[in-house]
């Protein structure tokens, strides 16, 4: 099952009334290869609903989008992308990936937020969902992980934010704002160091 590592960056809180207004993802195969990276912007629709707080954290403003693409045309050519990184080969003309793209899991931190925020652009398109039911999540894998660590004597971070998760495996953003792209590819990182900690677990049984 191939892994999509995703981040969004929305104008707000809300999914049935903020918009995702940047996605960066960093795709791997179903043995943890890198195929590739993605990142684009995207012209919100509803224009009043740009908050000048979310703005001070992704550091977009409407001028930044004015040439982004609008979500119509992002979500075809998103499916697209990953289809040409996993050397899926979709029969000319066919718009409905959904039986190519069902196995693909997203990953993340704190998920489902970005996966609730990703189905209502699809429902608001009127397009199906295309990729797996199951998730992957940083935040869930690093709340077990840590209080397996923190039992057998190692101090772990107090908080499960990306930031804390990244500076605990030694990791950081290059600058205080949240690029998707740079957030997807640390949340990457993240779940590796994760991963390889899992494999140095021996339960006690």
Same mark, same amino acid.
């Given at each position: 099952m191939p892994y999509l590592v995703l981040d969004l960056e929305m104008t707000g809180p809300e999914p049935d009334y903020n918009e995702i207004i940047q996605i960066g993802a960093v795709l791997f *195969? *179903?043995? &943890? #290869?890198r195929k590739?990276?993605?990142?684009?912007? #995207?012209?919100?629709?509803?224009? *009043?609903?740009?908050s000048s707080s979310s703005e001070k954290i992704h550091n977009l403003s409407l001028a930044d989008l004015q040439d982004a693409p609008m979500m119509y045309d992002v979500l075809p050519e998103l499916e697209e992308w990953i289809c040409k990184q996993l050397s899926i080969r979709v029969p000319a003309g066919q718009l409905d990936r959904t039986p190519y793209l069902r196995d693909v899991i997203i990953c993340?931190?704190? #998920?489902?937020n970005d996966i609730?925020?990703?189905?209502?652009?699809? =429902?608001?398109?009127?397009?199906? &969902?295309?990729?797996? =039911?199951?998730?992957?999540?940083?935040?869930?894998?690093?709340?077990?992980?840590?209080?397996?660590?923190r039992a057998n004597g190692r101090n772990v971070p107090? =908080?499960?934010?990306?930031?804390?998760?990244?500076?605990?495996?030694?990791?950081? =953003?290059? *600058?205080?704002?949240?690029?998707a792209l740079e957030d997807a590819e640390l949340t990457a990182k993240c779940l590796a160091e994760v991963f390889k900690l899992a494999d140095t677990m021996k339960p006690n049984l």
């Open positions: *195969d *179903d043995n &943890w #290869v590739g990276q993605y990142l684009t912007n #995207v012209y919100p629709e509803n224009e *009043d609903a740009f993340g931190q704190s #998920v489902i609730n925020f990703l189905k209502e652009a699809y =429902r608001y398109e009127k397009l199906k &969902w295309p990729f797996s =039911r199951v998730l992957l999540d940083l935040h869930t894998l690093s709340y077990f992980t840590f209080r397996v660590l107090d =908080r499960l934010s990306l930031t804390a998760i990244a500076s605990y495996f030694g990791l950081a =953003r290059e *600058d205080g704002f949240h690029n």
